[in-house]
T-cell receptor, first 115, second 115 residues
Framework: DVKVTQSSRYLVKRTGEKVFLECVQD?????MFWYRQDPGLGLRLIYF???????EKGDIPEGYSVSREKKERFSLILESASTNQTSMYLC??????????????FGQGTRLTVV | AQTVTQSQPEMSVQEAETVTLSCTYD???????LFWYKQPPSRQMILVIR??????QNATENRFSVNFQKAAKSFSLKISDSQLGDAAMYFC????????????FGKGTRLHILP
């Protein structure tokens, strides 16, 4: 079974803390994504990476950064957590190819609360 | 920029009946992929069905089928013989055929199944 694993299911952090959300995939996928999910807003792309050490900003990159040092791991970093970053964070990966293997596979999500 | 629009925030259907969820998208590209994802309450996002834009035939997966109208940029999901387990958030998504492109999601439709 293909797998995308996020390091935490639930996290509670304090305002101003530096927060790391980790994501690992075992499918040798080129592309990895971080989305934020909020009620009524759907999934909004924060950052994505199509190769090791490569990253592209999504629609809402402000307040976030990412790191991809190895193909299987994609980290989301909140440099200084704020209460408006309280949300569900979803990691996904996909093949960079064409044909059948084009869809994204998702992790279980991390519900982050910033207090 | 590509966009995905789901105009129905919530829908309800009687068990065993048929329901259609709407999705429209905007793109200037000719080669792309469209997806419907399902997110059950507190559970992982999973792929329901995939459509390649170059294929004229509508995709079908058991009780799930799509109506893909490329000229109209419309991609609706039909669920036949609705079951209680179909209750979930459904997201429409788009991805171009380029290797390094992102996957864009709509805001979702929450589907309720009435017993």
């Amino acid at each position: 079974d293909v797998k995308v694993t996020q390091s935490s299911r639930y996290l509670v952090k304090r305002t101003g803390e530096k927060v790391f959300l980790e994501c690992v995939q075992d499918m040798d996928h080129e592309n990895m994504f971080w989305y934020r999910q909020d009620p009524g807003l759907g999934l909004r792309l924060i950052y994505f990476s199509y190769d090791v050490k490569m990253k592209e900003k999504g629609d809402i990159p402000e307040g976030y950064s990412v790191s991809r040092e190895k193909k299987e791991r994609f980290s989301l970093i909140l440099e200084s957590a704020s209460t408006n970053q309280t949300s569900m964070y979803l990691c996904a990966s996909s093949s960079g190819g064409v044909g059948r293997n084009t869809e994204a596979f998702f992790g279980q999500g991390t519900r982050l609360t910033v207090v | 920029a590509q966009t995905v629009t789901q105009s129905q925030p919530e829908m309800s259907v009687q068990e065993a009946e048929t329901v259609t969820l709407s999705c429209t998208y905007d793109t200037s590209e000719s080669d792309y992929y469209l997806f419907w994802y399902k997110q059950p309450p507190s559970r992982q996002m999973i792929l329901v069905i995939r459509q390649e834009a170059y294929k004229q035939q509508n995709a079908t997966e058991n009780r799930f089928s799509v109506n893909f109208q490329k000229a109209a940029k419309s991609f609706s999901l039909k669920i036949s013989d609705s079951q209680l387990g179909d209750a979930a958030m459904y997201f429409c998504a788009y991805r171009s055929a380029r290797r390094d492109d992102k996957i864009i999601f709509g805001k979702g439709t929450r589907l309720h199944i009435l017993p």
